[in-house]
């Protein structure tokens, strides 16, 4: 009898273990806020969800997710935009986005830019030009106003890439 309680612990104490190393590993993966293309931080207001291979993978931003469709070969298709002003979910199909503008939420590089423009125009970044996407038109209109770049439904910018 002394033994089954002290084995019925044991199971106890262990289940216990495992069920806090699941716990911590879908917390670690589900928090891991990473681009699965690029590796760089996921800006909350350029998430991008897209499916590859039939599995939703989270991007940096639209632009990314488009090359790896580039340099794959394989098609994906996203799913999932972010709105960049108000960091809601956008359904592609009735998305507008701005290409090309001056921000760029995956650029970590700026510096380098500016100091010498010319090998940084050399350098291909998967992230640009930028592609930063908005709920409604007008609003990626005024934003286009103050910050340059081209305006066009998301799913435009989209077939370009395929090309
Ligand atoms: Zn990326």
Not at 44 to 59: E, K, Q, Y
Not at 96 to 112: F, H, I, P, W
Request: charged share 25%.
């Amino acid at each position: 009898m002394q033994r089954r309680v002290w084995f019925a612990g044991l199971v106890c104490i262990l289940a216990a273990l495992a069920l806090g190393y699941a716990g911590w590993r879908s917390f670690t993966h589900t928090d891991a806020d990473q681009c699965y293309a690029c590796k760089r931080p996921i800006h909350a207001h350029s998430r991008t969800v897209a499916l590859v291979d039939g599995r939703p993978r989270l991007f940096c931003c639209p632009a990314c997710a488009l090359s790896q469709h580039e340099q794959k070969g394989t098609p994906i298709s996203i799913t999932r935009l972010t709105s960049f002003l108000t960091g809601k979910p956008l359904s592609p199909d009735d998305a507008y986005v701005v290409r090309a503008s001056d921000v760029n939420m995956c650029e970590r590089t700026k510096e380098l830019v500016d100091a010498d423009k010319r090998a940084a125009d050399l350098r291909y970044d998967r992230c640009a030009p930028s592609l930063i996407a908005f709920a409604a038109r007008s609003d990626a209109v005024q934003f286009a106003r103050e910050h340059g770049g081209e305006v066009m439904p998301f799913s435009q910018a989209a077939a370009a890439f395929s090309k």
